[in-house]
């Protein structure tokens, strides 16, 4: 469980974010495919082959437990605080019993903050209290409104993909998949040319699972890609039921598009202050503890002395 400190509207709130059990998951299914790749297979192979596979994909490994992290520890970003409506706004929105109505008062308040919409219909959330802009949806599991919110990964992460974790989602599955590739191509090669008498399934069965996490990984991939070149996301893809659509609102061409995603980084700053706050509050209150401790156990033991003496 992770608590952040964010802007919501003009003050600030304490989100909590619970990791589920996506990372377990995660961290199961790699254990053993560690130990049936690293201390089945590879024991197997000769010293040449074994080296090579060892360093490669150790590589691969690290690369993917980094993007993995950097996953997790993405902050969801926040709709800015100009979109927060007032809350006498937001109960005359409430009194309303037409979406006209509630859209001139969306539109009114629009132009006073010159705040910049590119849909023609405005969408406003009434569990944030607030505008949502272009490609911002509501999380009811994450419970707040995030910038460019592709979609909530439970199986993976338990978090939403958004703004600032899209290149560290796809960087995990280009990783991911360039792994399953190389140890589909070891693991194969010495299926088919050591062990090619032993036709029994065990040896085919590991090589043929890659296989379906290739195709999986390569579908997924291909569509976050075509997704961020056409200025939309997977979200936006299944409610049009349009692939090949081109989003034009602030659509910068597909290169453009894609070195965008690729500039993004995580912003770890507030994560590290916030393990900063509960270190040095830990420290800070270890004396404290300590001597309240210690004098427990001073009252302890004259309490334990004068029951003593009054008993002799």
């Given at each position: 469980?992770?608590?952040y400190?964010?802007?919501?509207?003009?003050?600030?709130?304490?989100?909590?974010?619970?990791?589920?059990?996506?990372?377990?998951?995660?961290?199961?299914?790699?254990?053993?495919?560690?130990?049936?790749?690293?201390?089945?297979?590879?024991?197997?192979?000769?010293?040449?082959?074994?080296?090579?596979?060892?360093?490669?994909?150790?590589?691969?490994?690290?690369?993917?437990i980094?993007?993995?992290?950097?996953?997790?520890?993405?902050?969801?970003?926040?709709?800015?605080?100009?979109?927060?409506?007032?809350?006498?706004?937001?109960?005359?929105?409430?009194?309303?019993?037409?979406?006209?109505?509630?859209?001139?008062?969306?539109?009114?308040f629009?132009?006073?903050?010159?705040?910049?919409?590119n849909?023609?219909?405005?969408?406003?959330?009434?569990?944030?209290?607030?505008?949502?802009?272009?490609?911002?949806?509501?999380?009811?599991?994450?419970?707040?409104?995030?910038?460019?919110?592709?979609?909530?990964?439970?199986?993976?992460?338990?978090?939403?993909?958004?703004?600032?974790?899209?290149?560290?989602?796809?960087?995990?599955?280009?990783?991911v998949?360039?792994?399953?590739?190389?140890?589909?191509?070891?693991?194969?090669?010495?299926?088919?040319?050591?062990?090619?008498?032993?036709?029994?399934?065990?040896?085919?069965?590991?090589?043929?699972?890659?296989?379906?996490?290739?195709l999986?990984?390569?579908?997924?991939?291909?569509?976050?890609?075509?997704?961020?070149?056409?200025?939309?996301t997977?979200?936006?893809?299944?409610?049009?039921?349009?692939?090949?659509?081109?989003?034009?609102?602030?659509?910068q061409?597909?290169?453009?598009?894609?070195?965008?995603?690729?500039?993004?980084?995580?912003?770890?700053?507030?994560?590290?202050?916030?393990?900063?706050?509960?270190?040095?509050?830990?420290?800070?209150?270890?004396?404290?503890?300590?001597?309240?401790?210690?004098?427990l156990?001073?009252?302890?033991?004259?309490?334990?002395?004068?029951?003593?003496?009054?008993?002799?």
């Open positions: 469980m992770a608590i400190k964010l802007w919501i509207g003009s003050t600030t709130k304490d989100v909590t974010l619970k990791y589920g059990i996506g990372p377990y998951c995660v961290l199961m299914a790699s254990i053993c495919e560690y130990y049936v790749y690293v201390f089945r297979l590879m024991p197997l192979m000769n010293d040449e082959e074994w080296w090579r596979n060892f360093i490669i994909g150790h590589g691969l490994i690290v690369m993917a980094w993007s993995y992290i950097r996953l997790l520890l993405a902050i969801p970003p926040a709709v800015p605080a100009p979109y927060y409506l007032p809350i006498e706004l937001h109960n005359e929105i409430s009194a309303c019993n037409d979406d006209e109505s509630i859209q001139r008062i969306l539109q009114r629009a132009l006073s903050r010159s705040l910049k919409i849909t023609e219909h405005i969408r406003y959330c009434n569990a944030c209290k607030c505008i949502r802009p272009e490609f911002a949806h509501h999380c009811a599991i994450c419970k707040m409104c995030i910038l460019r919110n592709d979609h909530h990964c439970g199986g993976l992460t338990d978090r939403c993909v958004h703004r600032d974790s899209t290149k560290m989602f796809i960087q995990f599955q280009f990783y998949l360039a792994l399953c590739i190389f140890a589909f191509i070891t693991d194969f090669h010495y299926t088919y040319h050591t062990e090619r008498k032993n036709y029994w399934f065990f040896w085919y069965q590991p090589s043929f699972s890659y296989i379906g996490l290739i999986v990984l390569t579908f997924t991939c291909s569509l976050f890609l075509l997704a961020i070149a056409t200025n939309r997977t979200r936006d893809m299944n409610r049009t039921r349009k692939i090949f659509a081109i989003n034009r609102n602030g659509h061409g597909v290169v453009k598009n894609l070195l965008n995603v690729s500039q993004t980084s995580v912003d770890l700053t507030e994560y590290r202050n916030c393990l900063n706050r509960n270190l040095v509050n830990s420290i800070a209150c270890a004396p404290l503890v300590c001597i309240q401790r210690w004098k156990l001073v009252f302890a033991v004259v309490q334990r002395g004068d029951s003593l003496q009054s008993s002799i």
